[in-house]
């Protein structure tokens, strides 16, 4: 073989080598650019996948921060609604309250009220009422009475009437009744200033060591009767509301 034959079969190799090179070189460019796309849409998505998330988490604090709101007016606008209800609810007891000045007064539009009979003085009869009431809720023998100053003039006219009354009923001898000179229930709202006590009417009888204390005045029993009724009065006014 001559120079030129060796010179020629040089350049075939070596044209051969740069070929295979060459591809070898746009497998690796066009592998690592397949490679960077699909790097590239991963970080892509990673990165809407994260946006999503974000958005998702801000649109449940702005749903979670609206429900709160709303939870918050609502429930400011029942607080509202009860205090209303509740004023409404007090006015008609201070209404009630005042109503009980009357009765020591011989008001006789009260007498049905009272579901008493017509009676000369239903003030004095109430007072008996009491007083019978009172003997045999405390079933004692002897037993300590205060009524207020106003009223003693009162008493004195039924006290006789209601020990002899009680007697009767509970079929023994009359008790003692002992009035209390020195300590009188408060006076009548009229007389009291805005914040001490006051007394509309009534009694309060004790056993004689004290132990046993029956407050029949005419304000514990409004409070008494208004306790028990105040679920059917909220009822008859509210029911409506409710619904």
Partial sequence: ??????????????RFIRQEAEEKANEISVSAEEEFNIEKLQLVEAEKKKIR?????????????????YSMQL??????????????????????????????????????????????????????????????RLKEPAVLLRCRKEDKHHLEEVLESAKNEYAGKANVAPPEIFVDENVYLPPGPEHHHSHALFCSGGVVLASKDGKIVCEN?????????????????????????AA
């Fill in 1 to 14: 073989m001559n120079d030129a034959d060796v010179s020629k079969q040089i350049l075939q190799m070596v």
């Fill in 53 to 69: 998330q974000e958005y998702e988490k801000k649109e449940k604090q702005v749903e979670i921060r609206k429900k709160i709101e």
């Fill in 75 to 136: 429930n400011a606008s029942r607080i509202k609604v009860l205090q209303a209800q509740d004023d409404l609810v007090n006015e008609m007891r201070e209404e009630a309250v005042k109503s009980l000045q009357n009765v020591s007064k011989g008001h006789h539009h009260l007498l049905g009220f009272l579901h008493i009979g017509h009676h000369k003085n239903f003030y004095e009869h109430l007072l008996k009422e009491l007083i019978v009431q009172s003997l045999l």
């Fill in 217 to 241: 005045t005419l304000d514990a029993r409004l409070e008494v009767v208004f306790r028990k009724k105040l679920p059917e009065i909220r009822k008859l006014l509210f029911s409506q509301v």
